[in-house]
């Protein structure tokens, strides 16, 4: 819904025209000057021109629909309804809202560094961006660690008073870090059921986080329950984390598959991130790409006594080794990220 917008007002109105399709056109005009925010679709037996043109001409009719209704056809328009909608919700609430997910295909492959330097290398661009950082490791989180800081509140807060969720409580139970990224933290110890996050818990809180936030940074680990499922789902980007060894890439090969057959995903909104890439690796680059029939989006150079001492200092590569190859990699990683039109440093051929 739109600000401005009455909360009885629909979003969309299909209305199928009569024979008397004259009449029916002046009483959809006359809805839509009460109503301003709602779209109308037509959907008429008669698709002679002369109804054509007057349907057009009227306010807020944004489709007619022969009948005989055509399956494609309704389907094509409701994709342009819902782009049309998610352009006007970019406009109301001026965050950009894209959800980034981070899956390990392996314990240890890197996710949480990535997560961590994707968020405070994107909330280091110019622009003011909002960034949050969201973790879903419920015991073995240690985001906290990663950034030096000590959060008060968690998840679970958020599952047991989700009735209570708002702008405002949500704020109270983020953790700002002195870099300004909101942090969701994870329990750290075994929650109760009761506390950890539903799939309906999910959805409210990433809905009311798309229009708080620029960027929503969720490291899922290795995490493949409902919740994450239901995040998989909603994200703009799922990007699969792995190493150049076998068990990694065969365990990459069979979530890749997983994810796309199931529907959580497709293959436009799905990227294969290579960590700790060693040019003489054992195993090359073709035979990643061909091994998981998937691209690799995103190459990241092994180097782990630069990684390990941000880690142990509780700084970010752009805080502790802001020139080193790594450090310059998550600043063209967060570039490649950012919206059409913006303004983007040299990218330094680490993409693909
Ligand atoms: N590009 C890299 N090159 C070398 N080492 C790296 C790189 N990225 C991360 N590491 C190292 O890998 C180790 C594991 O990193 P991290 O904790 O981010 O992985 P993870 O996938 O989140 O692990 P877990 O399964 O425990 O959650 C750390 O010691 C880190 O320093
Ligand atoms: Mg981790």
């Known amino acids: 819904m739109e600000s401005g917008q009455n909360s009885s007002e629909p979003d969309l109105l299909i209305h199928e025209l009569t024979e008397n399709w004259e009449k029916d056109l002046e009483q959809i005009q006359a809805y839509i000057e009460t109503f ?12 002679d021109p002369q109804v054509l043109i007057h349907a057009l001409r009227v306010d807020g ?16 328009a409701l994709d342009r309804f819902l782009e049309r909608q998610g352009k006007k919700q970019q406009k109301t609430t001026g965050h950009l809202g894209q959800i980034i997910s981070l899956i390990s295909s392996k314990g240890g492959v890197g996710t949480t560094t990535i997560a961590v330097n994707l968020a405070d290398s994107l909330k280091r661009k110019p622009n003011g961006f909002t960034v949050a950082l969201m973790d879903m490791n419920m015991v073995f989180g240690d985001i906290p660690m990663f950034l030096n800081i000590s959060p008060k509140h968690h998840w679970g807060d958020i599952t047991r008073n989700i009735d209570r969720l708002d702008e405002f409580y949500l704020s109270n139970v983020l953790t700002r870090t002195a870099g300004g990224l909101d942090v969701l933290a994870s329990p750290g110890y075994l929650e109760k059921q009761a506390n950890l996050p539903t799939p309906q818990v ?11 936030y620029d960027y929503i940074v969720i490291d899922l680990g290795q995490s493949m329950n409902d ?3 239901q995040i998989i789902k909603m994200s703009n980007r799922v990007e699969i984390v792995t190493i150049q060894t076998l068990p990694c890439l065969s365990n990459a090969s069979r979530v890749i598959k997983s994810l796309l057959e199931n529907g959580y995903t497709d293959q436009a909104n799905l ?20 091994g998981l029939n998937q691209k690799i989006s995103l190459l990241i150079p092994n180097d782990y006594s630069t990684t390990m001492s941000a880690i142990n200092s509780g700084q ?3 805080e502790s080794a802001p020139k080193s190859s790594i450090a310059r990699c998550y600043n063209d990683y967060a570039d490649s990220l950012l919206p059409e039109g913006t303004e983007k440093r040299k990218k330094k051929g680490w993409f693909f």
Do not use: W
């Open 36 to 47: 301003d925010h709602t779209e109308v679709f037509i959907v008429s037996e008669n698709s």
């Open 61 to 76: 009719v944004k489709e007619f629909l022969p009948a005989p209704l055509d399956e494609a056809a309704i389907n094509q």
């Open 202 to 212: 999910i959805i409210t809180l990433l809905e009311l986080m798309k229009k708080k």
């Open 227 to 229: 919740s994450a499922l």
């Open 271 to 290: 990227y294969l991130i290579l960590n700790r890439y060693i040019k003489k690796g054992i195993v090359n680059l073709q035979t990643v790409e061909q």
């Open 316 to 318: 970010t590569l752009q």
